[in-house]
Structure formats: structure tokens, C-alpha cells
């Protein structure tokens, strides 16, 4: 009980600190509201639904420039990246993907699984008629991301994971003891949090939200390692966390390293340097981490990078 309550707390405190952020929200009765502190940002120029291995993905796209596929965390969707997502699109074209079950996104009969989300997001991309796009995800969508990469190379110019890890060994392992407890029986308890609210404002079906956590659950519960995958990485990576993340510092520097970064000193020239990048960011949390500024500004110069196409 005593695990479930801290889950509880925890959930709400990551929406009570994302709710601040998010862009205007129109709900299915067509009305809208606003945060009153949201930063302006271009608007959605195209929306619709791309139907991919028996899920109807919603996207939005906002912006102009090269295009980035922006992923977000569990339980979110892309509107709640806020600042993040105002300032990239203030630069490139923003594709914005709702996934399985999130935001106006079906849940849909399949089970929830990052692997089969790469192959999804690849397919999106190429009927959105793009051959490559950057890649940013965050938490959850950092998972999917990496997928993407790692399962189509080829459509993936320049990588960003935000709060995310290569296995689940890299939690804390209170937070795979909290982790194992996400399941339908805390729908309840959460109806009147803002993580249900914004849920139930845009989702073609809020009854699902249920089902929605028992699938969140079972994902949470499997482990996995995909080191493998990570050492053959041959785009330039970056790997954004807070120092106060709900992953261990050892995984961090551990990914870094996998991708060949933090195995000696750079040299006078940075003739060793990696091109891949790690930025761990004072004052930070996981649960900030995907609407935070500060990482929006991270994130773009890394896409800028001298050898970015």
C-alpha cells in the first residue's frame, strides 16, 4: 500500500509540474484552454491520422525548417511538451506523434511495445513523405525513439533522448518496485488529477484509460537491455538527463560510454572526441525534464552541430 500510495503522489506531482507548461489543449467539444503561462508557438499547419499496423496514429505538425519527430513521455501527449515543443517549432518543422493510446491516439487491442512503435514511427515518417528526419524523444517516447534508430537507421539523421535508458536496470530500483504496481486499479484515484484531465479532454476513448494503465503496467514489468542495439548506433546521439533523474548517474555515464563518449580525454585538437553528447542539467528532475526550457535550448544546439545535414 504504502508503494502504491508513493506511486500515486509521484504521477500527480510529474502533471502537477508538466500542467504549467502546455501549449492550448482543444478538448473534443471543440473548446480550448490555455495555461497561463504558455509560450507562443506556431500553429498546427496539418494534423490528421496515419493508420499503421492496426493503429490509427494522430500527428500534428507546426513549423517550418528540417523536420523533427518529436516523441512524448507515458501517460502525456505532444501539446504537453509545452515550452519544447514552441521552441523547436520555432526552427523546424515539428511532427508531433500522439502514440499508442495517448492523446487522440487509440489504445487499440495490440500491446503496448516500444519495438513495434519504431517500426510504426519509421512508416510514418516516410508516408509524411520525409526519407530522414531528427528524432527527439522524452521518458516513454525516448524508449520508442531509440527503436526507431536502432531499427531504421536510415530515416533517422540526428538522435536526441531526453530522460531515457537503454535498459531496465537503470531505474532506481524503487522506481521498478513502483513501476510493477501501474495497473487499472488506480484509474480511480486518478480521475480528478491532471494526468486523467488531460487524458480525457482529447482521447477518442477516455473509458479506456484503464486498460490503458494495465498496458503501461505490463510494458513497465518487461525487462529489457538493448545495449546491443546502442553500440551500433552510427548517427550523432545526444543524451539529455536532470541530476535528479529517476535514472541512476552509473546508466547515464554507462549509455554514454556504449556510445562511444567518456573513454578518454578529448585531446588539445578534439581529435578523440565522440560526436555523440551528454548533457546532465542541474536542478532537474525526470518529471520536468520534457517541458523544461532549458532543454528545448539543449536540444536545438544540438541540432545544429556543425556535421548535422
Same mark, same amino acid.
Given at each position: 500500500? &504504502?508503494?502504491?500510495?508513493?506511486?500515486?503522489?509521484?504521477?500527480?506531482?510529474?502533471?502537477?509540474?508538466?500542467?504549467?507548461?502546455?501549449?492550448?489543449?482543444?478538448?473534443?467539444?471543440?473548446?480550448?484552454?490555455?495555461?497561463?503561462?504558455?509560450?507562443?508557438? =506556431?500553429?498546427?499547419?496539418?494534423?490528421?491520422?496515419?493508420?499503421?499496423?492496426?493503429?490509427?496514429? /494522430?500527428?500534428?505538425?507546426?513549423?517550418?525548417?528540417?523536420?523533427?519527430?518529436?516523441?512524448?513521455?507515458?501517460?502525456? /501527449?505532444?501539446?504537453?511538451?509545452?515550452?519544447?515543443?514552441?521552441?523547436?517549432?520555432?526552427?523546424?518543422?515539428?511532427?508531433?506523434?500522439?502514440?499508442?493510446?495517448?492523446?487522440?491516439?487509440?489504445?487499440?487491442?495490440?500491446?503496448?511495445? +516500444?519495438?513495434?512503435?519504431?517500426?510504426? &514511427?519509421?512508416?510514418?515518417?516516410?508516408?509524411?513523405?520525409?526519407?530522414?528526419?531528427?528524432?527527439?524523444?522524452?521518458?516513454?517516447?525516448?524508449?520508442?525513439?531509440?527503436?526507431?534508430?536502432?531499427?531504421? +537507421?536510415?530515416?533517422?539523421?540526428?538522435?536526441?533522448?531526453?530522460?531515457?535508458?537503454?535498459?531496465?536496470?537503470?531505474?532506481? +530500483? @524503487? &522506481?521498478?518496485?513502483?513501476?510493477?504496481?501501474?495497473?487499472?486499479?488506480?484509474?480511480?484515484?486518478?480521475?480528478?488529477?491532471?494526468?486523467?484531465?488531460?487524458?480525457?479532454?482529447?482521447?477518442?476513448?477516455?473509458?479506456?484509460? =484503464?486498460?490503458?494503465?494495465?498496458? !503501461? *503496467?505490463?510494458?513497465?514489468?518487461?525487462?529489457?537491455?538493448?545495449? @546491443?542495439?546502442?553500440?551500433?548506433?552510427? !548517427? =550523432?546521439?545526444?543524451?539529455?538527463?536532470?541530476?535528479?533523474?529517476?535514472?541512476?548517474? @552509473? /546508466? @547515464?555515464?554507462?549509455?554514454?560510454?556504449?556510445?562511444? *563518449?567518456?573513454?578518454?580525454?578529448?585531446?588539445?585538437?578534439?581529435?578523440?572526441?565522440?560526436?555523440?553528447?551528454?548533457?546532465?542539467?542541474?536542478?532537474?528532475? /525526470?518529471?520536468?525534464?520534457?517541458?523544461? +526550457?532549458?532543454?528545448?535550448?539543449?536540444?536545438?544546439?544540438?541540432?545544429?552541430?556543425?556535421?548535422?545535414?
Amino acid at each position: 500500500m &504504502m508503494i502504491r500510495n508513493t506511486l500515486l503522489a509521484t504521477l500527480l506531482s510529474a502533471m502537477v509540474a508538466v500542467a504549467s507548461f502546455p501549449l492550448s489543449v482543444q478538448a473534443r467539444d471543440g473548446t480550448r484552454a490555455t495555461a497561463p503561462d504558455a509560450q507562443p508557438a =506556431p500553429q498546427v499547419t496539418k494534423r490528421g491520422y496515419v493508420a499503421v499496423n492496426g493503429v490509427n496514429y /494522430h500527428y500534428q505538425i507546426r513549423g517550418k525548417g528540417k523536420p523533427v519527430l518529436l516523441l512524448h513521455g507515458g501517460l502525456l /501527449h505532444t501539446e504537453l511538451f509545452g515550452p519544447t515543443l514552441a521552441m523547436l517549432a520555432r526552427n523546424h518543422q515539428v511532427i508531433g506523434v500522439d502514440l499508442q493510446g495517448h492523446g487522440r491516439t487509440a489504445l487499440g487491442e495490440r500491446a503496448i511495445d +516500444p519495438v513495434d512503435m519504431g517500426d510504426d &514511427m519509421a512508416t510514418i515518417v516516410k508516408q509524411l513523405g520525409h526519407e530522414q528526419v531528427d528524432v527527439v524523444g522524452y521518458s516513454f517516447g525516448g524508449a520508442v525513439a531509440l527503436r526507431v534508430a536502432a531499427q531504421h +537507421p536510415q530515416r533517422v539523421r540526428r538522435l536526441v533522448l531526453i530522460s531515457a535508458g537503454y535498459a531496465q536496470n537503470g531505474f532506481y +530500483p @524503487e &522506481m521498478l518496485a513502483m513501476q510493477a504496481q501501474v495497473d487499472a486499479t488506480m484509474a480511480d484515484a486518478m480521475k480528478d488529477s491532471p494526468m486523467y484531465t488531460s487524458y480525457a479532454a482529447i482521447a477518442p476513448r477516455p473509458q479506456d484509460f =484503464p486498460r490503458l494503465l494495465d498496458q !503501461m *503496467g505490463a510494458y513497465m514489468r518487461k525487462a529489457y537491455d538493448w545495449s @546491443e542495439d546502442v553500440k551500433k548506433l552510427a !548517427m =550523432p546521439v545526444m543524451l539529455i538527463y536532470g541530476d535528479s533523474d529517476m535514472f541512476r548517474p @552509473e /546508466h @547515464e555515464v554507462a549509455f554514454y560510454q556504449l556510445l562511444g *563518449g567518456g573513454l578518454k580525454d578529448a585531446g588539445w585538437a578534439r581529435e578523440h572526441m565522440s560526436r555523440n553528447r551528454l548533457a546532465i542539467l542541474p536542478d532537474l528532475t /525526470h518529471y520536468e525534464a520534457g517541458a523544461s +526550457p532549458r532543454v528545448a535550448a539543449t536540444v536545438l544546439t544540438f541540432l545544429r552541430g556543425k556535421d548535422a545535414r
